[in-house]
């Protein structure tokens, strides 16, 4: 069973399918193309605007993924550096010969809680 909405629709292509199409004349295209150049505006020179300091230090770099490819590199060296792995401080110690700790939470900082109170 077919819609009678879609007989019509095909009825109507076939129609248009069997018209031949009809070209605008020259005279028309010469007419709406001298109404074109009329109304369109002179080309005006525009000054690229010269980019900032950031932004040429981002274009050489590659943007911003490449920066927060460095931020990642950055805070993983800094984490390293701070709380290295066991692997790495055998190998500085076997590199160096003797290791070298710095305790960077030493509890020798805190104050006496008994200095602050009054009395």
């Not at 909405?5 to 709406?32: C, E, H, K, T, Y």
């Not at 300091?53 to 950055?74: K, N, V, Y």
């Not at 709380?83 to 900082?109: E, I, K, Q, R, Y």
């Amino acid at each position: 069973m077919t819609n009678p909405n879609d007989d019509m629709l095909d009825d109507l292509f076939g129609q248009a399918r069997a018209q031949q199409p009809v070209a605008p004349s020259d005279d028309l295209i010469a007419r709406v193309l001298a109404d074109a150049a009329g109304v369109q505006h002179a080309p005006i020179a525009q000054v690229a605007d010269q980019p900032g300091a950031w932004a040429r230090i981002m274009d050489a770099i590659g943007g911003w993924p490449a920066l927060s490819g460095l931020a990642a590199a950055t805070v993983a060296g800094v984490w390293v550096g701070i709380a290295p792995p066991s692997s790495v401080s055998d190998l500085t110690a076997s590199l160096m010969g003797d290791a070298v700790s710095v305790d960077l939470f030493s509890t020798n900082l805190l104050l006496d809680a008994g200095a602050l109170s009054d009395g």
